[in-house]
């Protein structure tokens, strides 16, 4: 018999949905054969019921988009939006924050602190500038640490060493709480394939921190 003093180690995973929206409570589509008792694993493939229920969602969704043109187009209070803009949405973001979060235990690497509410995802490597949403490219921390670190104040060197530029001192005259933690080991996540890469690292090093 297992022993049940000893909690067995088990990976707990989740699906991460983006960009979600949802149908009025109207044009929701009742399933027969749906029961409330069922909390997962329960699904439909892309032939009988669930090729049925695609046509379904096909239809409202052109139905909506078809219902807001028209209505568009037959307003009669003039312009209700400006001119229409691009925008590149950061896709992933949201996932990459939840995962990160997790994955430091919603601690800050470099102080420890357990305040979530003031705790950030950072992109070591910046999305803009070729970074991705990856684990490996992020760091739980501090917002004002986050700030400094985006800014070049401070990095992380492929050794997971915490490193803080002169530049503080110099420019701001101050500083000595940051400068505490010159040198520290940032707590990195258990899971190695979550660790920050030592690629990014470096990148930062060269391109952002400004020593």
């Known amino acids: 018999m ?3 003093n000893v909690a067995d180690d088990f990976n707990i995973g989740c699906i991460l949905l983006e960009s979600p929206f949802f149908f009025e409570r109207a044009d929701w589509i009742p399933l027969p054969d749906w029961k409330r008792e069922i909390v997962r694993g329960r699904g439909y493939d892309s032939e009988g019921d669930g090729a049925g229920i695609w046509e379904r969602v096909s239809l ?3 139905a909506r988009q078809v219902f807001e043109a028209e209505a568009s187009q037959m307003s009669d209070s003039g ?3 400006g001119e229409p803009t691009t925008v590149l949405p950061r896709l992933g973001q949201g996932s990459f924050r939840l995962i990160v979060t997790d994955s430091y235990n919603r601690r800050c690497a470099f102080t420890d602190s357990p305040v ?3 705790l950030e995802a950072a992109h070591i490597r910046p999305y803009g500038s070729g970074g991705t949403h990856a684990p490996t490219n ?3 921390i501090r917002q004002d640490l986050h700030t400094l670190f985006d800014r070049g104040y401070m990095t992380v060197t492929p050794e997971h060493h915490v490193e803080v530029s002169s530049r503080i001192k110099r420019e701001f005259d101050n500083g000595r709480e940051y400068y505490a933690l010159h ?3 940032i707590r990195v996540p ?6 920050p890469s030592a690629e990014s690292l470096q990148w930062h090093n060269e391109n952002v921190y400004r020593p």
């Open 138 to 140: 992020g760091l739980l």
């Open 2 to 4: 297992p022993n049940p």
């Open 79 to 81: 312009p209700r939006y």
């Open 190 to 195: 258990q899971m190695v394939d979550r660790q």
């Open 60 to 62: 409202l969704i052109n």
């Open 116 to 118: 979530l509410h003031v």
């Open 183 to 185: 040198g520290k080991e």
